[in-house]
């Protein structure tokens, strides 16, 4: 770009300062959370809290595992999660190969309207219906329910997130596999996610995500201990115990550890999906 | 389709010579058959998740019926919407809905443009900020609303003790607690969690500029601001309408952060109609009237979108044209 040397350095310098300060905003409360569920009650309970912790301890992780119900939140939401992640993932990878391979068709434009109108339309205002409809499938407080209603947003996501991928593998491949007498079935399978398989994890990775962070539904639909949530779990885990802010933020810190693992895998993909709209904010 | 009848074509014409148009066809029709199987399960899940539902809530906004109570039922009319209207929390609700989303999605997009704009100067360390800056919109909500819960919480909060020793105030405040503070507090905490959105896809538009325009503008002698003014920001204008009007949308929806963090309260001050949706469903279990209040939503959601529809066609059109 054509411009002056000092004007140049200045405007370096403008952005290291926004980009420290905008970083520093983003990251200090997650810090914050890390170093108080470091900290001893003492430590946690002081009139000049710092970011130096003098006595590290675990004793705010060990409360959290061993004597709430922390484990069981835990385990539920991974059962949660993965199991909806599997139900998207079957539904997704043949409607997208659908959409990849015949874009044009009549078929594909209804069902990318249908996808659109489901991952516009927002949870709060279903509420009442979808609770109503889990009664009358007697799927309330169970993981069956979540599990479906989950698909209403991670099913639109991995099949737009999907069809990208299944773009990229070339149409004669197709032909070559149908040549040798491969069933479209098969070619899915034998063929197209070997071959798209960073993708479909990419895909799976997100919608992991999103259903691991849900929770309006998981709030409302849940009402026993045994099928609780990690999101629900974690804000009754606040009113329960009002003072125990050191508990509050290992368990914190554990429920995000899932979540920032898939998200390390997802980081490259994540931009392309962002800027192609398969990702809802 | 149109590849997929060439390719029938073509082994009709090798194989089955004497009929190749019932070869075609049959090939075509099956190739038909598996898209709709494949599709058949999508299908299902959207009729009984979003079309089934969404018929219900209007449906059910006119007539009376109770969660708890099989007995409640008939006809309602407009009594639905009566309730609503007057209920002595409908127009605060309202209210704080529009100052809600108002404050979050112009904070949001101030500091996304900010940092897209700073994450696009040429300099080192770039990935690493992007990295951070990320991170706040990757973590659930829940854990989003307790940490900043602590941080603002006021025996022993870091932000209440940096800023009495700091001078700014002179005693802890009870930013969540208080009617004056809450809304205003639970805001900043949707635009951190939400602005990164913004960033990387304003980044991303920032990106797609092409540099001979910036050069080219140099070369005529426009300044920074100039080139800012004239060339940046009109290759924004489509992303950033989009932006705007989804999360004006999805923030005057959202149940989950005030919920978290001050359930509506103290004393309703912080109450938004996702919230009276909620109220109305699960605590007076009044099934007519929360679907009367998530209708009007839907109404008025339907209606920006349609306006931005037009919007982005015109837009596109004055630039064709």
Known sequence: MVVGKTVRRLQSALAYGVLFALATFCAFPLLWMVDT?????????????????????????????????????????????????????????????????????????TLTSALLLSQMIPGVLLLVPLYLLMRTLGLLSSYGGLIIVYCTFTVPLCVFMLKGFFDAIPGEIEQAAEMDGCSRVGFVYRILLPLSAPGVLAAGAFAFINAW????????????????????????????????????????????????????????????????????? | MKSLSGMAAQSGMGAARKAPARAAASRVDRARRVALLFTAPAFAFFILLSVYPLLRVVWQSLRYANLVNPSVSGFAGLDNFRTIFEDDDFFPALGHTALWTGLSVIGEYCLG????????????????????????????????????????TPEYGVLNLWLVRLGVIHEPIAWLGRPDTALLSVTLVNIWRSFPFYTISLLAALQAVPSDLHEAAALDGAGSWARFRFVTLPHLRTVSLTLIVMHVVWTAVNFDFIWVMTQGGPLNSSETLPIMIYRYAMQSFDVGAACALASMMMGFMATVFFVQYYANQRLGAARTS
């Not at chain 1, 590290?56 to 069981?72: A, E, G, H």
């Not at chain 1, 599997?86 to 015949?102: D, G, H, P």
């Open chain 1, 37 to 109: 569920a470091l900290k001893p009650l003492q430590e946690i309970q002081s009139l000049h809290p710092t970011l130096l912790i003098v006595h590290p301890s675990f004793d705010s992780f060990r409360r959290v595992l061993f004597q709430t119900d922390f484990p069981i939140y835990f385990r539920n939401s991974v059962i949660v999660a993965a199991g909806s992640t599997i139900l998207t993932l079957l539904i997704a990878i043949f409607a997208a190969y659908v959409l990849s391979r015949f874009a044009r068709s009549t078929l594909s434009r």
């Open chain 2, 113 to 152: 443009l900010v940092s897209a704009l700073a994450l696009n100067a040429k300099i080192r360390g770039r990935g690493l900020f992007r990295a951070i800056i990320i991170t706040p919109w990757v973590i659930p909500i829940v854990v989003a609303g307790m940490n900043w819960s602590w941080i603002l």
């Open chain 1, 213 to 281: 962070n849900e929770f309006m539904f998981a709030y409302v639909f849940i009402n026993d201990e045994a099928h609780r949530t990690l999101t629900p779990g974690i804000m009754m885990f606040r009113s329960a115990h009002v003072t125990d802010w050191g508990g509050l933020m290992a368990a914190s810190v554990l429920a995000v550890v899932p979540v920032a693992a898939c998200f390390l895998y997802l980081q490259r993909f994540l931009i392309d999906g962002l800027t192609s709209g398969a990702v809802k904010g």
